[in-house]
Structure formats: structure tokens, C-alpha cells
Antibody
Framework: QVTLRESGPALVKPTQTLTLTCTFSGFSLSTSGMCVSWIRQPPGKALEWLARIDWDDDKYYSTSLKTRLTISKDTSKNQVVLTMTNMDPVDTATYYC??????????WGQGTLVTVSS | DIQMTQSPSSLSSSVGDRVTITCRASQSISSYLNWYQQKPGKAPKLLIYVASSLQSGVPSRFSGSGSGTDFTLTISSLQPEDFATYYCQQSYSTPRTFGQGTKVEIK
């Protein structure tokens, strides 16, 4: 059974760095072809892909956010971590992690709402 | 980046209606197009992958078609549990991109 769960702060202040952790089970990120992505969704708005990390540690980022994002993995802990620097109120959103074989988001976490406010 | 455009942005339909949602890519993406359903307060759920393959457990009233730049999601007979927002997403190239969503509401 594949599960993913996001964790991190619910509230961050402007200019702070956000760190989110995706803890997963039911698959291994060391399996060839396996990937995990982060996706966000501002309230009432569409989905936005943020970043992806592959089984071979290749990393990919959103064009518009790549200077602010870092993705990493700890295969032994079954975790993927996303950091986003210089948070702004427009970054208020629900952040999801998703298993991503072959570019398809087939399993998602329940999401974690992050509010950016002073 | 490849831009994905869905139409309509919203629609109102009745239970039993046939519903069609379209998605257009800004360049050819072959068949690398996926569809998701999202209900309020929930994570998206994969419905269709590579344009026309039904994800395990998804009812057969959902179907997808298309290739190149133009794609369609069809619900053959709308059920009460199908009222939701639907998103297309291309997996042809990175960065992955989503459409803006189509909200299916009850008429």
C-alpha cells in the first residue's frame, strides 16, 4: 500500500525559509524509474508543479521558482525534503508530495496548508 | 515551458449527462497527457494516464482520447460523485505543467 504524508510548519513569516518533509511508504526511491514530486495549490487556484527528485538523485525545478527551491532525499528514511527560501504571502498554498513514475502523479499525500503571514 | 489550456473553465450538467472537457497543449506532447479529479479539500486523484489509459479502480464511464496537442476527457454518464474539478497535466517534458482546471457543477 502506497502512502505519502507531508509535514512542516503551518505558518511561516515573510522572508523565512520553508522546509517540508514528505514521508512515504509502499515503494522505494532507490528503484529505477521512481521519482517524487512536490506540487502546490494556492487557495481556490490551480495546481502548480514545483520540483522532482529521481531515484538516481537527478533533480528538476519549476522554471519560475528554481532559484528558491532545493529538493533532497533520504532513501534510508523514505523521505523527500523540499526547502523554499524567501517566503512571501503569495506562496500561501496547500503543498502536496506525489509519487511520480514516468511523469504521472499516481499517489498523492493529503497535503499540508502553509500560510505566509507576519 | 509547455502551456496547457483547458476548456471550458466551468460547466453545469445534470446527472446522466455526457460531459466532455478539452485540453490543448502549446506544442505537441505525443500522448503524454494525464487527467486528475479533485474534490474540495482533497488531494487530486489520477483518472487517466498517457491520454487514454484508465487508472486502476476508476469507473469505465471515464475515458480519454487525443494526441499531439488536443485531448479530451469524457464522462459518459455523469454521476453525483463526479462533481469536482478536473485537471490535465503533460508528462512530455520537464517542467511538468497543469491546465487551469475545469469545475463540473450540478445544474
Amino acid at each position: 500500500q502506497v502512502t505519502l504524508r507531508e509535514s512542516g510548519p503551518a505558518l511561516v513569516k515573510p522572508t523565512q525559509t520553508l522546509t517540508l518533509t514528505c514521508t512515504f511508504s509502499g515503494f522505494s526511491l532507490s528503484t529505477s524509474g521512481m521519482c517524487v514530486s512536490w506540487i502546490r495549490q494556492p487557495p481556490g487556484k490551480a495546481l502548480e508543479w514545483l520540483a522532482r527528485i529521481d531515484w538516481d538523485d537527478d533533480k528538476y525545478y519549476s522554471t519560475s521558482l528554481k532559484t528558491r527551491l532545493t529538493i533532497s532525499k533520504d532513501t534510508s528514511k523514505n523521505q523527500v525534503v523540499l526547502t523554499m527560501t524567501n517566503m512571501d504571502p503569495v506562496d500561501t498554498a496547500t503543498y502536496y508530495c506525489a509519487r511520480t513514475p514516468l511523469g504521472v502523479f499516481d499517489y498523492w499525500g493529503q497535503g499540508t496548508l502553509v500560510t505566509v503571514s507576519s | 515551458d509547455i502551456q496547457m489550456t483547458q476548456s471550458p473553465s466551468s460547466l453545469s450538467s445534470s446527472v446522466g449527462d455526457r460531459v466532455t472537457i478539452t485540453c490543448r497543449a502549446s506544442q505537441s506532447i505525443s500522448s503524454y497527457l494525464n487527467w486528475y479529479q479533485q474534490k474540495p479539500g482533497k488531494a487530486p486523484k489520477l483518472l487517466i494516464y498517457v491520454a487514454s489509459s484508465l487508472q486502476s479502480g476508476v469507473p469505465s464511464r471515464f475515458s480519454g482520447s487525443g494526441s499531439g496537442t488536443d485531448f479530451t476527457l469524457t464522462i459518459s454518464s455523469l454521476q453525483p460523485e463526479d462533481f469536482a474539478t478536473y485537471y490535465c497535466q503533460q508528462s512530455y517534458s520537464t517542467p511538468r505543467t497543469f491546465g487551469q482546471g475545469t469545475k463540473v457543477e450540478i445544474k
